[in-house]
């Protein structure tokens, strides 16, 4: 019976278009500048909570 089985779509190797690398490149400079800004913030967020308690 599996034998029988022909798919109805064909089998097509994706590939990324050009475009969509260079976009992902973008992606992941932004995301990690954006991390290290939060980061940062939320040091500075934690150091004034520790100041304003003592």
Request: charged share 25%.
């Amino acid at each position: 019976m599996l034998k029988l089985y022909q798919p109805v779509v064909k089998q097509q190797e994706i590939k990324p278009e050009p475009s969509q690398a260079s976009h992902m490149a973008n992606l992941r400079q932004v995301t990690g500048v954006t991390s290290k800004q939060i980061s940062e913030a939320m040091k500075l967020e934690l150091e004034l909570c520790v100041v304003e308690k003592l």
